[in-house]
């Protein structure tokens, strides 16, 4: 009786440890399971959330300035873009077009997010929603070439004034009514004084801004845009 006595109390004492040694592992592994799944929680909800570009830092008025004036930019800009594959007659217009489309279509879905993150406006078209008085926003940026080729003309059109390099309605008009290669040079002429003006406005954010990734986009902005003025310039016999 002694030994079944002496096994029975082992068997308790295994038990009590064995139960202490769960609860302590229960209790450590929500404690550890907490902190993991907040790990993965947090980031997998900030990259699904549309505004989740806007949690790198804090932004200001010249990032809230930049967005709302480069959306319209960049929506004229593929205005023009699609207008050569059906008038242009050079294949390398035809493919800087697409490139122009491309590049430019996702920095738009971009600052847009930025924007609905701030709780500020969309620019629904290329003149809505645009601020006055944005800092850089001149026509200064445009070359003589560009001047003598009508860029300065649209200084007065509404909705235009403060914006460097955008095309006023009559200047898109008379793009659309031509084809061939009258069409080549007026978009590359035309393109690269927009380009030019999107230059100094991506400078500008670049100098002012505060948010890291409308900054980083100012840069690819400028890096892209002035290659494919010096592309374009080449395309037009003055590079």
């Known amino acids: 009786m002694k030994p079944t006595r002496s096994f029975a109390r082992r068997l308790v004492l295994v038990g009590a440890t064995a139960a202490s040694v769960t609860v302590l592992a229960a209790c450590g592994g929500n404690d550890s399971g907490s902190h993991s799944d907040s790990a993965h929680r947090s980031p997998s909800k900030s990259a699904s959330s549309p505004g989740a570009a806007a949690s790198d830092g804090a932004h200001n008025a010249a990032d809230v300035a930049f967005a709302k004036g480069m959306i319209p930019h960049h929506r004229q800009a593929v205005e ?8 242009a007659a050079s294949s390398q217009v035809k493919e800087l077009a697409a490139e122009i489309k491309r590049g430019q279509d996702p920095e738009i879905r971009t600052m847009s997010g930025w924007l609905t993150a701030w709780g500020e406006q969309v620019p629904k ?6 601020p006055e008085g944005m800092p850089g926003m001149d026509h200064s940026a ?4 560009s001047a003598e080729s009508g860029h300065s003309r649209h200084s007065g059109h509404s ?4 914006m460097p390099g955008m095309m006023g309605a009559e200047e898109m008009a ?3 009514g031509k084809s061939g290669k009258a069409f080549d040079a007026a978009f590359l002429e035309m393109m690269v004084g927009h380009h030019q003006g999107a230059v100094k406005m991506a ?5 002012k801004g505060a948010y ?10 400028i890096k892209a845009q ?12 003055k590079g």
């Open 174 to 176: 008379a793009l659309k």
């Open 212 to 221: 890291g990734p409308a900054k980083r986009l100012a840069d690819d902005v």
């Open 142 to 145: 445009g070359s003589p070439d």
């Open 226 to 237: 002035e290659a494919e003025i010096a592309r374009m310039n080449k395309l037009l016999g």
């Open 159 to 162: 909705g235009h004034s403060e």
């Open 125 to 130: 078209g290329t003149t809505e929603g645009m």
């Open 203 to 207: 400078g500008t954010e670049k100098e």
């Open 80 to 87: 023009m873009a699609d207008l050569a594959a059906g008038r």
